[in-house]
């Protein structure tokens, strides 16, 4: 089988820094997405990790351990714009199937 | 905007009704996608189809029907459902196998059944 495992919600404030994770047991392992959804729209893509390390986009990093099957995802001087819903999300073979984890609401505050 | 567009945005349909959605992307990708996304749970994949070919039902109920005449459309056909079956609806498209499998949704239809 296949779960993901994140917070459901993390609240921080504005020009914070705060750290979304993501553990996951699949049958299989390709590699590491995370999408961005905002209230009443379509989860956006944001980033991808296939080999363990750090990917850095701009104020949004995400981090990949195979070894540990865990993951994270940094956002940096948050904004009040960044309160959405963060999925990640495990691609199990080199096909283009994706199971996503269960969302983390984050709420960022002034 | 994405590139992939859905309608209706918004559905109500008793559970004796048939009603279809429909799904259209721009980009020019070879995979589609049917998701489902209830209050409080993960986002479930429900069907895939490469290059027109279904290849993935993830043991969906025969109540919902789908149909890709071609790489570029997706419908989701629906008759006889059940109030649990109210969620947002999302298409997603991707260039296939691509080496992120980045996919791209649209804004979904939120079907609720009476």
């Known amino acids: 089988g296949q779960s993901l495992e994140q917070p459901s919600e993390v609240t921080a404030v504005e020009g914070a820094i705060v750290q979304i994770n993501c553990t996951y047991q699949t049958s299989g392992f390709y590699g590491l997405s995370w999408y961005q959804q905002h209230d009443g729209g379509a989860p956006t893509f944001l980033s991808y990790?296939?080999?363990?390390g750090l990917e850095e986009t701009g104020r949004f990093s995400s981090f990949l351990s195979r070894s540990d099957s865990y993951g994270y995802l940094l956002l940096q001087e948050l904004q009040m714009k960044d309160s959405a819903s963060y999925f990640c999300a495990v691609r199990g073979n080199a096909g283009n199937m994706l199971t996503f984890g269960g969302g983390t609401r984050l709420m960022v505050k002034p | 905007e994405t590139g992939v567009t859905q309608t209706p945005r918004h559905l109500v349909m008793g559970m004796t009704n048939k009603k279809s959605l429909k799904c259209e992307q721009h980009l020019g990708h070879n995979a589609m996608y049917w998701y489902k996304q209830s209050a409080k749970k993960p986002l479930e994949l429900m069907f895939v189809?490469?290059?027109?070919?279904?290849?993935e039902n993830n043991s969906v109920p025969s109540r919902f029907s789908p149909e890709c005449p071609n790489s570029s459309h997706l419908f989701l056909h629906l008759h006889t459902l059940q109030p649990e079956d109210s969620a947002l609806y999302l298409c997603a498209s991707s260039q296939g196998r691509g080496p992120q499998g980045e996919q791209f949704f649209g804004p979904g239809t939120r079907l609720t059944v009476l």
């Open positions: 990790n296939g080999l363990d």
């Open positions: 189809y490469n290059f027109k070919e279904q290849t």
